[in-house]
């Protein structure tokens, strides 16, 4: 009998210690998302309308991860990739029409990663245009959409463009931005009639193919 009830009492013992286990809560570990940062660069900050260009980056800390990259602008859209093992990413795009954009991209948050932000990128996309100028012999007149032209006048005229709207154009690697101040020209051919002084800022000979923005 004296060999029984200690038998009895570590039986008791075990089965208190089961139970207190088992009504303490289940320990869930959560996966923590660790900061990232995402880059974007664009391989040339000017393009044709139709021609195509890159949008590359990379995600820190590296890894598979998706990215967005939204195009703001006359023709935009939002682009999808995914990042390979080291984190970088690279996207082609071509600008459906003429205009100015910006680019950011968005790093997505996953399991491993929280959400992150580019800086913004800029880039032109063109179009091929037929231009004259205008200017001597009409300076004290007044333009279509209000003002007189003057030597100093930066602007352009155009036949469908809105007053005011900005365009800009490159000739030869110059470009300048204007906007839209008379109507013309009248010419068969022709987009543009530059002012003087927008001509004088592009070096442009008079009459000649440059490329224009709008």
């Not at 949008?55 to 598979?64: A, D, N, S």
């Not at 999808?80 to 970088?88: E, L, T, V």
């Not at 352009?156 to 463009?161: D, F, G, I, P, R």
Request: aromatic share 8%; glycine share 12%; charged share 20%.
């Amino acid at each position: 009998m004296r060999y029984f009830l200690p038998a009895v009492a570590v039986a008791a013992l075990t089965c208190a210690a089961s139970t207190s286990l088992a009504a303490q809560p289940q320990q869930h570990h959560k996966r923590v998302r660790v900061a990232s940062h995402v880059s974007l660069h664009v391989s040339r900050h000017s393009t044709l309308s139709g021609r195509s260009l890159v949008l590359r980056g990379r995600v820190q800390p590296g890894g598979r991860h998706r990215v967005k990259l939204v195009l703001r602008g006359s023709g935009g859209r939002v682009l999808k990739a995914r990042s390979h093992a080291n984190g970088s990413f690279a996207v082609r795009w071509s600008a459906s029409r003429p205009g100015a954009y910006r680019v950011r991209a968005y790093g997505i948050h996953d399991r491993v990663v929280r959400g992150s932000v580019s800086v913004s990128r800029r880039l032109t996309a063109y179009r091929q245009a037929e231009a004259s100028y205008y200017g001597p012999g009409l300076y004290g007149n007044g333009v279509a959409c209000g003002g007189t032209l003057e030597p100093g006048t930066l602007g352009v005229a155009s036949k469908t463009l809105p007053c005011g709207a900005e365009v800009t154009f490159r000739y030869h690697g110059r470009s300048v931005t204007v906007p839209v101040i008379d109507r013309g020209p009248y010419v068969a051919g022709r987009d543009f009639d530059l002012t003087e002084a927008t001509k004088q800022r592009l070096g442009f000979p008079g009459v000649d193919t440059l490329l224009a923005s709008r």
